[in-house]
């Protein structure tokens, strides 16, 4: 397939960026869990939120208004990430992932997408965007165009 990379995100021929959700997970995301994993041996929860927060959690969000998976694989590769991350607060290995989330005071990635583009929307219809930066985009506009 051919794929072009903009912005850092890799869009191919059918928009469905499953190559650039591998890339995310192969590259960055399982060499950034490593280094932690190898420098941090005995992390304890505020240290891994801090860093988890700081090293991998932007490389998961960034831009993903544009490439948001809608596949429930592509939702579970990703949601693996973290999850697989949680298990590094040795005392929190042995939880199951909802109970680590919660002891750590995380929400899931999908639930975090969900989040961000509801503020986009709250963003757009309440008229928040420079108009000199984003296009005008008017309420009526959007509901009531046929």
Same mark, same amino acid.
């Given at each position: 397939?051919?794929?072009?990379?903009?912005?850092?995100?890799?869009?191919?021929?059918?928009?469905?960026?499953?190559?650039?959700?591998?890339?995310?997970?192969?590259?960055?995301?399982?060499?950034?869990?490593?280094?932690?994993? %190898?420098?941090?041996?005995? !992390?304890? $929860?505020?240290?891994?939120?801090?860093?988890?927060?700081? +090293?991998? /959690?932007?490389? &998961?969000?960034?831009?993903?208004?544009?490439?948001?998976?809608?596949?429930?694989?592509?939702?579970?590769?990703?949601?693996?990430?973290?999850? %697989?991350?949680?298990?590094? !607060?040795? $005392?929190?290995?042995?939880?199951?992932?909802?109970?680590? +989330?919660? /002891?750590?005071? &995380?929400?899931?990635?999908?639930?975090?997408?969900?989040?961000?583009?509801?503020?986009?929307?709250?963003?757009?219809?309440?008229?928040?965007?420079?108009?000199?930066?984003?296009?005008?985009?008017?309420?009526?506009?959007?509901?009531?165009?046929?």
């Amino acid at each position: 397939m051919d794929s072009i990379k903009d912005l850092g995100i890799l869009f191919d021929t059918r928009l469905n960026f499953k190559d650039h959700i591998q890339e995310k997970i192969n590259i960055f995301l399982y060499n950034m869990i490593g280094l932690l994993k %190898r420098n941090f041996i005995h !992390v304890d $929860s505020y240290t891994f939120i801090l860093l988890y927060k700081t +090293l991998v /959690r932007p490389h &998961l969000e960034y831009a993903n208004s544009v490439w948001s998976p809608y596949k429930k694989c592509d939702i579970e590769q990703i949601e693996k990430i973290q999850r %697989r991350a949680t298990k590094l !607060v040795i $005392s929190l290995r042995k939880l199951p992932y909802k109970e680590r +989330l919660l /002891r750590l005071n &995380l929400h899931t990635l999908k639930y975090r997408r969900l989040l961000g583009d509801m503020i986009e929307v709250f963003k757009i219809v309440h008229n928040v965007y420079d108009n000199r930066v984003a296009p005008s985009l008017s309420y009526y506009n959007i509901c009531y165009q046929r």
